[in-house]
């Protein structure tokens, strides 16, 4: 009996982290905090890299033994600059998936960022996103391309004609010094239909009429996919599901991209 | 129209209680037979609550609850808890106690947030869309409770008894998780714990 005590205690002492107050809170004492900006910190601006290599991937949600095989995938391939997580990291939009998730993908050699998807704006999601990734919409620099990262989750604000956030992408497309390409990366593609409808044709001449606009690259679908929904010209890739193991090598050479399916 | 139904049912109760035989007796099973308090356990920072000896043998026990989650511990959440546990052995140590090593629990948790809605609202989301309730939470639990007598060191005070528990608790959202990853996933990272203490009367 003082055996069994004694292995309570013990137990209880390790795993002092276990207390949980309630699976709807947004962070707790051990939570990781502004992944993405400190990833990206990690990434630098890489000015002398004039060959960016990233993977895509997204809906890694309830995938946890795929995403460990995936993090050995990505750390095979030599020059991954990047990851990115395109969305529905998690399937309920709680903390302890989120903090799951994060623990397998900080065996990535390469730092990745995440974007949020439709599950993970679910419950407190957003909040808890926010704390523990960052903003909702951001952008970052590397080799000279302009990654713009939104959320596309149009039906979790009930198609409310603000997301995703037209005037905050178009500022964020504007020509600037030293910017050769724009990537877009969101969750939801614009032929969803979580994407509101209301905002296709604008959202799509917006991403068109940007100079060196390269890409819109989404998740959400799970399974593969490019397609043209206008005549500019610009490919819409959609990386298959985390749990579909195949994710896409994207690289960016002289302001071309191509785009690699990898299966493992 | 309105005053009438308020009388008729107001008849209607005296009628209900009056064939129940009105008396303090038998409304006694309304008085709960403990007082709880709870740190942690996925039902709150802190909580509280009564609680109810079940059944003939005393095996089991439903637990009333409610907890809070400030926004310093990452809240602010109002929870309700219902839970029901049965112990199904009892250690006696010598006069002073009782160890319960080890009682499942079943409980529901019910949080108000304004982010959290009981059902996904329909005109916004297909059927089934997404299948589960934001505010109502199933969990499962065991626990680990010793009981110390308090008839001698408590004296004249109305306390029978004080149990103090440690309890695990995990839910669906965790279970499906693990379930489905179980090489990613441990027990350990899917049960979470919460301490409590019962002032049994």
């Not at chain 1, 050769?180 to 604008?202: A, R, Y």
């Not at chain 2, 511990?73 to 219902?82: E, P, Q, R």
């Not at chain 2, 996904?120 to 010793?146: K, N, T, V």
Request: aromatic share 14%.
């Amino acid at each position: 009996m003082r055996i069994f005590l004694l292995f309570l205690l013990c137990a209880a002492l390790a795993s002092c982290n276990h207390f949980e107050f309630s699976p709807n809170q947004t962070f707790d004492k051990i939570s990781l905090k502004d992944v993405n900006a400190t990833n990206l910190k990690r990434l630098g601006n890489g000015a002398d890299d004039d060959t960016v290599t990233f993977v895509l991937t997204g809906d890694s949600q309830k995938s946890r033994d795929e995403t460990v095989k995936f993090c050995k995938a990505v750390n095979a391939i030599k020059g991954i600059d990047f990851v990115v997580l395109a969305g529905d990291i998690t399937e309920f939009g709680v903390l302890k998936e989120m903090l799951w998730i994060s623990r397998t993908l900080e065996d990535l050699h390469a730092p990745y960022v995440a974007v949020i998807g439709n599950h993970d704006e679910t419950a407190r999601g957003k909040e808890t996103f926010q704390h523990m990734f960052g903003e909702l919409n951001y952008s970052f620099i590397y080799g000279g391309v302009k990654f713009v990262c939104h959320d596309s989750n149009s039906r979790e604000y009930n198609f409310n004609g603000q997301v995703p956030n037209i005037p905050w992408l178009k500022n964020e497309l504007k020509p600037s010094p030293g910017i050769k390409g724009f990537v877009g990366i969101s969750h939801v593609p614009v032929n969803s239909e979580d994407f509101d409808s209301k905002l296709i044709k604008d959202y799509t001449t917006t991403l068109a009429q940007t100079p060196g606009f390269l890409a819109s690259l989404n998740a959400h679908t799970h399974n593969y996919n490019l397609f043209y929904p206008d005549d500019s010209g610009i490919p819409y890739v959609i990386t298959s599901a985390m749990a579909n193991k195949e994710f896409l090598v994207v690289q960016i050479v002289n302001n071309k991209i191509s785009f690699e399916r990898v299966y493992f | 129209m309105r005053e009438y139904i308020f009388k008729f049912r107001f008849v209607f109760l005296l009628l209900v209680a009056s064939s129940a035989k009105v008396s303090a007796q038998s409304f006694k099973f309304l008085i709960p037979d403990q007082a709880i308090v709870q740190y942690a356990g996925s039902i709150g920072y802190f909580s509280g609550g009564v609680g109810y000896e079940l059944f003939g043998n005393k095996k089991g026990n439903l637990d009333l609850l409610y907890g809070f989650v400030p926004g310093s511990k990452g809240g602010v959440l109002n929870i309700a808890t219902a839970k029901f546990g049965y112990k199904p052995w009892a250690i006696k140590l010598k006069e002073w106690g009782k160890i319960y090593p080890f009682n499942p629990a079943i409980f529901a948790t019910y949080t108000f947030h304004k982010e959290l809605s009981f059902k996904f609202p329909s005109g916004q989301y297909a059927h089934d869309y997404y299948y589960w309730s934001e505010a109502l939470r199933p969990h499962l639990a065991f626990s680990s409770e010793i009981e110390l007598d308090a008839k001698k060191l408590l004296k004249n005070t109305g306390i029978r008894a004080i149990g103090l528990y440690i309890e695990a608790n995990t839910n669906d959202f965790y279970l499906i998780n693990y379930l489905q990853n179980t090489s990613a996933l441990t027990v350990t990272d899917i049960f979470q714990l919460g301490i409590g203490m019962r002032v049994k009367f």
